[in-house]
């Protein structure tokens, strides 16, 4: 309960999906070899940790931001400029997490002070107006960012898949760097998801949340809103931005489509949407549904399209497209916060009725 | 305080002109700094009439934000179909698009802009019923449906017209430049600003002359009011939501000839770029979506001749400028 920070899944069904989720993936490099099943794995673990911290802003103070894919990107950008300049060694991590992570809170400072004193909707837009110069600069620097391209670079030696740590014939398994590189993501996703259940369970977190209900209520009461939500806006930019370093670490890769383009920022709404707002596990679930349907789900479309060409209907084809699979998520996006805007996790918590504390008001 | 006989007219209130001379004093500012007289003329002719387009296609927004407090984040959704809809005209009739008569040439632009605006408003009859209205009141969930709304509708924009650009040529007679002296005026330019300016009168007069524009503008300054005095303000609603998506879709049109292209991620840059006039102007004020509209354009114009890196960033510059200014945008007319 102490590591939960007090606030269990509170739904037996929930709580056995977590661990199942939760097993599976710390097991599979051994579970599931191949590198797809790995990548899938690792991108849950990042998107997890991102979502969640999303989920601190949209969920429980109710502020929507388009931003939050920036400082994803300024994370990813940082480290990979660093490792890129410096060679692979440990003092260019170091350099690219002293000067990301600062850099993403000063940034989040900066819009939270201009923005956050007027209504929720402003703050929308700016933060939409804001990251797309920002993304518009990343591939304009190109002597700095790489442009288009994007910049490659090379981990240190510790973490390359030729390093081998435990041979084969010990367990039969071999752990080498790039399993090390997949069990630091993971590591550090959950310690920041940790941290965010640690930060919204504790009375900041309940500050927020009464904002959320009710901004003038909760200002009557003495609460400084502005300080508040800036304050919550830099947390989740943090966490965003140490998302955003782990993503850069795995790829060994940071570009404009990885990292800072507008559809992951979809990518990140579909899933706090699916998963449940306001519950920080919600983040779990919806990343790994969402990942999972972008990885199989769209070969499954490839065949069902195949056959509905074959069978010589119309617009179905079209329709089925493996590259079509975000019409049938946004369709299931507005379903979902129509009918169930709790998420997955609120459903399962109070048991298919719409009766509980609803979190999206 | 003067007392006021029967007869005298009412008080009027002081007009605020200060936004009206700021984009006149930034294009007067620019003489000097560009040099050239020659080219501060195509370059203010090329601002106004980018300025029009996009005014075109933010002031269904505002006007749907000031009367209902809804913000319609999908608003991007209806540029692109309002574009594909009219490739549907166009590429067929294509000789007419390359005849050299400039009659030949509007009789075939006329009804594709008039298709594309009453698909356009259809879709929004669609998504105000389907999307907005069950979760009216709750703008967190406006955020998100018509966010997803937006997917889906480029989504299936794809799904139909296929990912590729489709090219949209300019017609014959709307191709090159009036020279007047030496100065070069675009003809599609002069024609998107008369478009723009037409729309802009048609709104002013309806807003400011009928017994409608007095209905809506009330219910943009007080909702409650107005339907405490049994007005339907949700058909009203409804009315302008249609009428701004069918103007979207205009623009949207007139932005594909500008560009002479049609793709589906259109919406998305231009949805940025209405925010920002929207937020200038202030929500819910025509007037101060058209100043807004002309600002942000000038300062790409502008920007974009005299110093090409800072084009990327001015736009959120100007913003920042304008709200450090007048932190509600330049004319405040919603109570909210």
């Known amino acids: 309960m102490m590591i939960l920070s007090g606030d269990p899944p509170r739904s037996r069904i929930l709580t056995l999906v977590l661990v199942v989720i939760i097993l599976a993936l710390a097991a599979t490099p051994f579970l599931f070899p191949g590198a797809k099943?790995?990548?899938?794995?690792?991108?849950?673990?990042?998107?997890?940790?991102?979502?969640?911290?999303?989920?601190?802003?949209?969920?429980?103070?109710?502020?929507?931001?388009?931003?939050?894919?920036?400082?994803?990107?300024?994370?990813?950008?940082?480290?990979?400029?660093?490792?890129?300049?410096?060679?692979?060694?440990?003092?260019?991590?170091?350099?690219g997490i002293i000067v990301g992570l600062p850099l993403a809170a000063l940034l989040a400072l900066a819009i939270g002070l201009f923005s956050l004193r007027?209504?929720?909707?402003?703050?929308?837009?700016?933060?939409?107006?804001?990251?797309?110069?920002?993304?518009?600069?990343a591939l304009q620097l190109s002597w700095l960012t790489g442009g288009e391209d994007g910049r490659s670079f090379q981990l240190p030696e510790l973490l390359r898949p030729g390093t081998v740590l435990i041979s084969k014939n010990l367990f039969g398994f071999e752990v080498n760097g790039r399993i090390l590189t997949f069990y630091l993501v993971f590591a550090v996703s959950a310690l920041?998801?940790?941290?965010?259940?640690?930060?919204?369970?504790?009375?900041?977190?309940?500050?927020?949340?009464?904002?959320?209900?009710?901004?003038?209520?909760?200002?009557?009461?003495?609460?400084?809103?502005?300080?508040?939500?800036?304050?919550?806006?830099?947390?989740?930019?943090?966490?965003?931005?140490?998302?955003?370093?782990?993503?850069?670490?795995w790829l060994r890769y940071a570009g404009p489509d990885t990292s800072l383009s507008f559809s992951i920022m979809l990518d990140i709404l579909l899933m706090i949407v699916i998963g449940g707002m306001g519950t920080i596990y919600g983040a779990i679930i919806g990343a790994t549904i969402f990942i999972l349907a972008q990885n199989y789900l769209q070969s499954l479309m490839g065949v069902a399209s195949k056959a509905a060409s074959e069978a010589g209907l119309p617009l179905l084809p079209g329709l089925l497209h493996p590259d079509r699979w975000l019409l049938w998520?946004?369709?299931?996006?507005?379903?979902?916060?129509?009918?169930?805007?709790?998420?997955?996790?609120?459903?399962?918590?109070?048991?298919g009725s719409d009766k509980g504390r609803g979190a999206s008001h | 305080?003067?007392?006021?006989?029967?007869?005298?007219?009412?008080?009027?209130?002081k007009r605020d002109i200060a936004p009206i001379l700021l984009p006149i004093a930034v294009a007067l500012l620019m003489i000097p700094l560009i040099g050239s007289t020659s080219s501060w003329l195509t370059l203010t002719a090329a601002s106004l009439a980018m300025g029009m387009m996009i005014f075109i296609m933010a002031s269904g927004l505002t006007l749907v934000f000031g009367l209902m407090d809804v913000l319609n984040f999908g608003h991007g959704a209806f540029i692109a179909v309002g574009a594909y809809v009219a490739t549907l005209v166009l590429a067929p009739l294509?000789?007419?698009?390359?005849?050299?008569?400039?009659?030949?040439?509007?009789?075939?632009?006329?009804?594709?802009?008039?298709?594309?605006?009453?698909?356009?408003?259809?879709?929004?009859?669609?998504?105000?019923?389907?999307?907005?209205?069950?979760?009216?009141?709750?703008?967190?969930?406006?955020?998100?449906?018509?966010?997803?709304?937006?997917?889906?509708?480029?989504?299936?924009?794809?799904?139909?017209?296929?990912?590729?650009?489709?090219?949209?040529?300019?017609?014959?007679?709307?191709r090159g430049s009036f020279i007047l002296g030496d100065v070069a005026i675009a003809k599609y330019r002069v024609l998107?600003?008369?478009?723009?300016?037409?729309?802009?009168?048609?709104?002013?007069?309806?807003?400011?002359?009928?017994?409608?524009?007095?209905l809506i503008r009330a219910g943009v300054e007080n909702r409650e009011m107005v339907e405490a005095l049994g007005y339907r303000i949700r058909r009203?609603?409804?009315?302008?939501?249609?009428?701004?998506?069918?103007?979207?879709?205009?623009g949207g049109v007139m932005w594909a000839l500008y560009r002479e292209q049609v793709h589906a991620s259109m919406s998305d840059d231009l949805t940025v770029l209405i925010f920002i006039v929207v937020i200038i102007g202030g929500l819910g004020s025509i007037g101060g979506c058209f100043i807004g509209a002309i600002l942000v354009a000038m300062v790409a114009n502008y920007g974009g001749f005299l110093v090409p890196k800072l084009a990327l960033v001015s736009n959120i510059l100007l913003m920042v400028a304008i709200l450090m200014w007048r932190p509600r945008g330049l004319y405040a007319v919603t109570s909210r």
Request: glycine fraction near 8%; proline fraction near 4%.
């Open chain 1, 37 to 95: 099943a790995l990548n899938v794995a690792a991108k849950i673990c990042v998107f997890a940790a991102l979502v969640a911290s999303y989920d601190l802003l949209l969920g429980y103070t109710g502020s929507v931001s388009f931003a939050h894919t920036m400082f994803y990107g300024i994370g990813s950008y940082a480290i990979a400029i660093a490792l890129y300049g410096m060679g692979p060694n440990w003092a260019a991590v170091a350099t």
């Open chain 2, 94 to 174: 294509a000789t007419s698009i390359q005849a050299d008569s400039l009659w030949t040439n509007l009789a075939v632009l006329a009804p594709a802009a008039l298709l594309s605006m009453a698909v356009s408003g259809v879709l929004g009859l669609i998504v105000e019923r389907v999307l907005i209205l069950p979760v009216y009141g709750q703008h967190l969930k406006q955020i998100l449906m018509t966010t997803g709304g937006l997917i889906v509708a480029e989504q299936t924009l794809y799904a139909l017209w296929g990912p590729q650009i489709i090219p949209m040529p300019l017609p014959t007679s709307l």
């Open chain 2, 1 to 13: 305080m003067t007392d006021l006989a029967a007869n005298d007219p009412l008080p009027k209130p």
């Open chain 1, 118 to 137: 007027v209504a929720a909707i402003f703050f929308a837009m700016i933060t939409l107006a804001v990251a797309s110069a920002f993304q518009v600069l």
């Open chain 2, 192 to 214: 998107a600003m008369l478009i723009g300016l037409a729309v802009f009168i048609a709104i002013q007069l309806v807003l400011n002359r009928t017994k409608l524009g007095l």
């Open chain 1, 192 to 249: 920041m998801i940790l941290a965010l259940l640690r930060v919204v369970n504790s009375p900041f977190g309940r500050v927020l949340q009464a904002i959320r209900e009710n901004r003038f209520r909760a200002e009557a009461l003495g609460f400084r809103t502005v300080f508040h939500l800036t304050y919550a806006n830099c947390l989740a930019a943090l966490v965003a931005a140490g998302a955003g370093i782990l993503n850069a670490l």
């Open chain 2, 236 to 250: 009203l609603f409804l009315g302008v939501f249609m009428t701004g998506s069918a103007l979207a879709g205009l």
């Open chain 1, 329 to 351: 998520l946004g369709l299931l996006f507005i379903a979902s916060v129509y009918f169930f805007p709790t998420g997955v996790v609120g459903r399962l918590r109070h048991g």
